[in-house]
């Protein structure tokens, strides 16, 4: 099994930043890759960024190539969404995803774990 457990969401003004955290734990093979999704309210889930563990591959969706950074800690087994320059339109719940799959894929239905999700909102 695997948990994984968001923090750092919040409230911001549009043009600021935010910095998402997850801690995973348990089997290391079911969590080889790491995705940050988010949904907005009436909307589906929508891919954000992911990170595989080993080598570090990134890969992000084009709503927020240049903004947002994907990155890991190793040794705290944690996995970082730095989010610049926030628009109102990023708002939504993030959630942090894991995968025994050994590349990133934005499909939701490869991650098989999934965190409780974390709340941003950015004012205009």
């Known amino acids: 099994q695997v948990q994984l457990v968001e923090s750092g969401g919040g409230l911001v003004q549009a043009g600021g930043s935010l910095r998402l955290s997850c801690a995973a734990s348990g089997r290391t093979t079911s969590r080889s890759t790491m995705a940050w999704f988010r949904q907005a309210p009436g909307k589906e889930h929508e891919f954000v960024a992911g990170?595989?563990?080993?080598?570090?591959?990134?890969y992000y969706a084009d709503s927020v190539k240049g903004r947002f950074t994907v990155s890991k800690d190793n040794y705290k087994n944690t996995v970082y969404l730095q989010m610049n320059s926030l628009e109102p339109e990023d708002t939504a719940v993030y959630y942090c995803a894991a995968s025994a799959r050994v590349a990133v894929t934005p499909l939701n239905t490869a991650y098989g774990y999934w965190g409780q999700g974390t709340q941003v909102t950015v004012s205009s």
């Open positions: 990170i595989t563990w080993t080598l570090g591959g990134t």
